[in-house]
């Protein structure tokens, strides 16, 4: 199949998945056309399958709002026609879904014959705060409702969207996926593991977009609870607008020296697959990937029991699960497994065993491709 993908290539969980999707479907034949305003993150354009179109969105001074969306959804149209797209592909709802609609009315209109299908895959934000907003949720709705076919990327998600948008139209679960080939154990890490902890520490890992929703304070909280009890340290990877104050934060309790503040980083694999245990405080997750990824490097979390994250972590056996804000449950889960390596090891290999029965890339990856398949057959 020839495969047009569209996400946000530079932040949040949608834009990973979507990349990886886009990955794992040249990997098995298919020929993929990233259409985006940036080159993906975690792109590696090389492969033979793999194109790669900017979106230009001009800057007159008169647009004090760059219409983004038109220039997407024109990208699109001639993209789709320059290289006979079976289908767009587009991951978070606004605006991909509204200017994946636009290309495939543009693309009738010049040629009534040409119907160009396009999948809307609902990631969280798109539906739990963004779509919620009502100058966004009428045309969010209308978009999901005119797309060819619907996915969300856990139960809950697709529960919520029908539910508040009052939406009447199939909504198929495929869950997000890991590669379980690349994101493993890494026994060899020590190196690694070196350059921040020495070899009676514990490393703790929190990965995120470092956005209000993640509770960043409380990652700092339920860690400097853990570091008062064992010898540990904080690996913090990722960027966003919370850095700052989670900065602030670790010097106003002297701890600046055990947490490091990463930032965005390649080899996510390598850095989770030596850690010990995943943060995961947040105050909404549709499903929480970075928990998944962690799962797979034999890293349990300690998590909050929101949205679709209990779908992701089994309490007590790949996890815990807390009630959000509640770091003292949090920090005695985090303690009590740190403290016992043998529980520790076991739950590892339980979060492993979950990852590859459930979530592997290669159980979801076919399951897209039998998705797009059936959208094919219905329009043709
Ligand atoms: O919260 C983020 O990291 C961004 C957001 C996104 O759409 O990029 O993440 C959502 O999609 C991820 C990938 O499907 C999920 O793992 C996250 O749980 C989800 N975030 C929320 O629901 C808050």
Same mark, same amino acid.
């Given at each position: 199949?020839?495969?047009?993908?569209?996400?946000?290539?530079?932040?949040?969980?949608?834009?990973?998945?979507a990349?990886e999707?886009?990955?794992?479907?040249a990997?098995?034949g298919?020929?993929?056309?990233?259409?985006?305003y940036?080159?993906p993150?975690?792109l590696?354009?090389q492969?033979?399958n793999?194109?790669?179109?900017e979106?230009?969105?001009?800057?007159?001074?008169?647009?004090?709002?760059?219409?983004?969306?038109?220039?997407?959804?024109t990208?699109m149209?001639?993209v789709?026609?320059?290289h006979?797209l079976d289908?767009l592909?587009v991951?978070y709802a606004?605006p991909?879904s509204?200017?994946?609609?636009?290309?495939?009315?543009?693309l009738a209109?010049?040629t009534?014959?040409r119907?160009?299908?396009?999948?809307?895959t609902l990631?969280?934000?798109?539906i739990?705060?963004?779509?919620?907003?009502?100058s966004y949720?009428?045309?969010?709705?209308y978009?999901?409702?005119?797309?060819?076919g619907v996915?969300a990327i856990?139960?809950y998600l697709?529960?919520?969207t029908?539910?508040e948008?009052?939406i009447n139209y199939p909504?198929?679960?495929?869950?997000?996926?890991v590669?379980c080939?690349?994101?493993?154990r890494?026994?060899?890490?020590k190196?690694?593991r %070196?350059e921040?902890?020495?070899d009676?520490e514990?490393?703790?890992?929190?990965l $995120?977009?470092?956005r209000?929703? &993640?509770r /960043? =304070?409380?990652?700092i909280?339920?860690?400097?609870?853990v570091?008062?009890?064992?010898p540990?340290r904080?690996?913090m990877?990722?960027d966003?607008?919370d850095?700052?104050?989670a900065e602030?934060?670790?010097?106003r309790k002297?701890?600046q020296d055990?947490?490091?503040?990463?930032?965005?980083?390649n080899?996510i694999n390598?850095k989770?697959?030596m850690a010990?245990?995943?943060?995961?405080?947040?105050?909404?997750?549709?499903f929480?990937l970075a928990?998944?990824?962690a799962?797979a490097?034999?890293v349990p979390?300690?998590?909050t029991?929101?949205?679709?994250?209990?779908?992701v972590i089994?309490h007590?056996?790949?996890?815990?699960?807390?009630?959000?804000g509640?770091v003292?449950?949090?920090?005695?889960?985090?303690?009590?497994?740190?403290?016992?390596?043998? %529980?520790?090891?076991e739950m590892?290999?339980?979060?492993?065993?979950a990852a590859? $029965?459930?979530f592997?890339?290669s &159980?979801? /990856? =076919?399951q897209?491709?039998?998705f797009?398949?059936?959208?094919?057959e219905?329009?043709?």
């Amino acid at each position: 199949m020839k495969i047009g993908i569209t996400c946000y290539p530079t932040y949040g969980g949608s834009g990973v998945v979507a990349t990886e999707l886009g990955m794992e479907l040249a990997e098995r034949g298919h020929e993929v056309h990233f259409i985006t305003y940036k080159q993906p993150i975690r792109l590696n354009a090389q492969h033979p399958n793999i194109h790669f179109h900017e979106v230009d969105v001009s800057n007159y001074p008169l647009f004090e709002y760059p219409p983004y969306d038109l220039a997407l959804a024109t990208r699109m149209a001639e993209v789709a026609e320059l290289h006979q797209l079976d289908l767009l592909h587009v991951h978070y709802a606004i605006p991909h879904s509204v200017s994946a609609m636009l290309a495939r009315q543009m693309l009738a209109a010049a040629t009534p014959a040409r119907h160009l299908p396009f999948v809307t895959t609902l990631h969280g934000t798109d539906i739990t705060v963004v779509g919620a907003d009502r100058s966004y949720l009428p045309i969010t709705r209308y978009s999901i409702e005119q797309s060819d076919g619907v996915t969300a990327i856990s139960s809950y998600l697709r529960d919520v969207t029908i539910r508040e948008f009052e939406i009447n139209y199939p909504i198929a679960v495929v869950p997000n996926f890991v590669n379980c080939d690349l994101y493993l154990r890494y026994a060899d890490a020590k190196k690694l593991r %070196k350059e921040y902890a020495s070899d009676d520490e514990r490393v703790v890992v929190h990965l $995120s977009n470092f956005r209000p929703v &993640k509770r /960043i =304070p409380d990652v700092i909280e339920i860690f400097d609870r853990v570091q008062k009890k064992l010898p540990a340290r904080l690996l913090m990877i990722g960027d966003g607008p919370d850095r700052s104050q989670a900065e602030w934060l670790t010097r106003r309790k002297g701890i600046q020296d055990r947490v490091h503040f990463l930032g965005k980083q390649n080899e996510i694999n390598m850095k989770l697959g030596m850690a010990d245990l995943m943060l995961m405080p947040s105050e909404l997750e549709s499903f929480g990937l970075a928990a998944l990824e962690a799962m797979a490097c034999e890293v349990p979390s300690v998590a909050t029991n929101v949205g679709g994250v209990p779908e992701v972590i089994d309490h007590g056996v790949t996890g815990f699960l807390a009630n959000v804000g509640d770091v003292e449950t949090m920090a005695r889960y985090a303690i009590g497994l740190l403290s016992d390596e043998t %529980k520790l090891r076991e739950m590892g290999k339980a979060a492993r065993r979950a990852a590859q $029965s459930r979530f592997c890339a290669s &159980k979801i /990856i =076919p399951q897209y491709e039998e998705f797009y398949r059936t959208v094919l057959e219905r329009v043709s």
